[in-house]
T-cell receptor
Framework: DTGVSQDPRHKITKRGQNVTFRCDPI?????LYWYRQTLGQGPEFLTYFQNEAQLEKSRLLSDRFSAERPKGSFSTLEIQRTEQGDSAMYLC???????????FGDGTRLSIL | DQQVKQNSPSLSVQEGRISILNCDYTNSMFDYFLWYKKYPAEGPTFLIS???IKDKNEDGRFTVFLNKSAKHLSLHIVPSQPGDSAVYFCAARLGAGNNRKLIWGLGTSLAVNP
């Protein structure tokens, strides 16, 4: 399967804990995007990378959130000191340059107890 | 401020009939529009797209129409099949210089009844 892969699919954690998600994009794609989706909403842009450079961060991305793409391949999204409001589906997408369409993974569903 | 609006949260259609999903936008900087389909517990799957310089794009049972003057686009599915039942998202891309990120509508849940 050469699609976008996200791990884990589900994460349940207690409030205050740190969590880290991983995204493996399609191999030839140099752009990687993170989105967050809550119930009844469309995906909301969080941040994106061109190769290893993080080029934009949304206002939605508080200081508790950090994303990396150290070698320009896979990316990680870390949330520190999780809060109830962080419960959502976190989606990763990739594309070549700004070309469309962006291809999405199946997401990581985060539940905060 | 919702720049991409899907005003119908749900739509129910009989199998074999046409499904029409609508989307309105406000930002004239959008240069590309896409429709994605999403099943529960899966990520969005790309369906069809249209450049802002065109007014129609067709792919099999799916046709997207763009009316730039009205800032409106629609997705037509004909004939509709039960397997088309899913949530459909309209997304718009900001042009070059705006990092080409996608702005999404809230989605329309389509139910195709046998």
């Amino acid at each position: 399967d050469t699609g976008v892969s996200q791990d884990p699919r589900h994460k349940i954690t207690k409030r205050g804990q740190n969590v880290t998600f991983r995204c493996d994009p399609i191999s030839e794609h140099n752009r990687l995007y993170w989105y967050r989706q809550t119930l009844g909403q469309g995906p909301e842009f969080l941040t994106y990378f061109q190769n290893e450079a993080q080029l934009e961060k949304s206002r939605l991305l508080s200081d508790r959130f950090s994303a990396e793409r150290p070698k320009g391949s896979f990316s990680t999204l870390e949330i520190q000191r999780t809060e109830q409001g962080d419960s959502a589906m976190y989606l990763c997408a990739s594309s070549f340059e700004g070309a469309q369409p962006q291809h999405f993974g199946d997401g990581t569903r985060l539940s905060i107890l | 401020d919702q720049q991409v609006k899907q005003n119908s949260p749900s739509l129910s259609v009989q199998e074999g009939r046409i499904s029409i999903l609508n989307c309105d936008y406000t930002n004239s900087m959008f240069d590309y529009f896409l429709w994605y389909k999403k099943y529960p517990a899966e990520g969005p799957t790309f369906l069809i797209s249209i450049s802002s310089i065109k007014d129609k794009n067709e792919d099999g049972r799916f046709t997207v129409f763009l009316n730039k003057s009205a800032k409106h686009l629609s997705l037509h599915i004909v004939p509709s099949q039960p397997g088309d039942s899913a949530v459909y998202f309209c997304a718009a891309r900001l042009g070059a210089g705006n990092n080409r990120k996608l702005i999404w509508g809230l989605g329309t849940s389509l139910a195709v009844n046998p």
